[in-house]
């Protein structure tokens, strides 16, 4: 079982259409980050977000940080193809600093 | 970019052969880590170094060892390589792990 459990797994959705990725653990994170990689790539950072219940946005995309510091959301507003990639969140639980976790991903396709 | 080079790029092995995979950087990064990625498991944590000669066990270290006797250097090891250990190796740099992490292009290793 990883420490971040990503759902869904694959999302396959038609332009101009709205998405949303989960990333939820049981413990305790001081901060999440969210990661975007494309085929043949290292992941590249998306988002950090500190503060419990912190939202942020990026353009189109909106991500959440849960009160409790265990969960956090992207939401992605009318995708584009240019959306599609592996989505990785990411964290250092608070009492294993330093160990960086990813959860398992969700593959997003967005067609035209 | 931010300067951090894997090496070899590609590699095939025979099973049973020791395996040695470079992670350098010129960033002066505190933090380093050794990720395997495989489908539908995201990015998995082998090993990370939180300075020279500090490293720790990820989730998946069973088989893998690392060192890290330069800032700059860190050393992932397969001792006996083994069919399940074929996957894309990921480095990757941070000064912290609630900063923005780096990655280098990835090791593809077949262990044949």
């Known amino acids: 079982t990883q420490l971040l459990e990503q759902s869904p797994q694959f999302l396959s959705i038609q332009e101009g259409e709205n998405l949303t990725v989960y990333c939820n653990s049981s413990?305790?994170?001081?901060?999440l980050q969210w990661y975007r990689q494309e085929p043949g790539e290292g992941p590249v950072l998306l988002v950090t977000v500190v503060t419990g219940g912190e939202v942020k946005k990026l353009k189109r995309l909106t991500f959440q940080f849960g009160d409790a510091r265990k969960d956090s959301s992207l939401h992605i507003t009318a995708a584009q193809p240019g959306d599609t990639g592996l989505y990785l969140c990411?964290?250092?639980?608070?009492?294993?600093?330093?160990?960086?976790?990813f959860g398992a991903g969700t593959q997003v396709v967005v067609t035209p | 970019d931010a300067g951090i080079t894997q090496s070899p790029r590609h590699k095939v092995t025979e099973t049973g052969t020791p395996v040695t995979l470079r992670c350098h950087q010129t960033?002066?990064?505190?933090?380093m880590y050794w990720y395997r990625q495989d489908p539908g498991h995201g990015l998995r944590l082998i090993h990370y170094s939180y300075g020279v000669k500090d490293t720790d066990k990820g989730e998946v270290s069973d088989g893998y060892s690392v060192s890290r006797s330069k800032t700059e250097d860190f050393l992932l090891t397969l001792e006996s390589a083994t069919s399940s250990q074929t996957s894309v190796y990921f480095c990757a740099i941070t000064p912290r792990p609630d900063f923005e992490a780096f990655f280098g292009q990835g090791t593809r290793l077949t262990v044949v």
């Open positions: 960033e002066n990064h505190r933090y």
């Open positions: 413990s305790v994170f001081s901060s």
């Open positions: 990411a964290g250092s639980r608070t009492d294993s600093w330093g160990k960086l976790q």
